[in-house]
């Protein structure tokens, strides 16, 4: 399974738990706000989750710019350690 797939399969996980979105709705080009509901304190506790599973850091200028999951991800692969696919 390729990196991309691993990290969108685990914030889609993280999405459903945080957000109690169902699982089928979180798709790549799905708006957090717009599709998820998520307001600023949703949208908060998504990205320390998001933090603390894959040891990144998310500052409020990169959180700002992130509207859906395909920000979150691409996010992530470019800041994540590749030990976390070890």
Do not use: R
């Not at 996980?13 to 798709?27: D, F, N, Q, R, S």
């Not at 998310?58 to 070890?86: C, G, Q, R, T």
């Amino acid at each position: 399974m390729d990196k991309k797939q691993v990290v969108f399969d685990k914030i889609k996980e993280i999405i459903v738990t945080e957000l109690g979105v169902k699982a089928e709705k979180v798709v790549l080009n799905a708006a957090l706000a717009d599709d998820f509901g998520a307001d600023s304190l949703d949208a908060l506790e998504l990205f320390n989750q998001i933090e603390s599973e894959f040891l990144v850091t998310i500052s409020d200028e990169a959180a700002m710019k992130m509207k859906d999951v395909s920000d979150l991800v691409d996010f992530v692969l470019e800041h994540v350690s590749d030990k976390y696919f070890n």
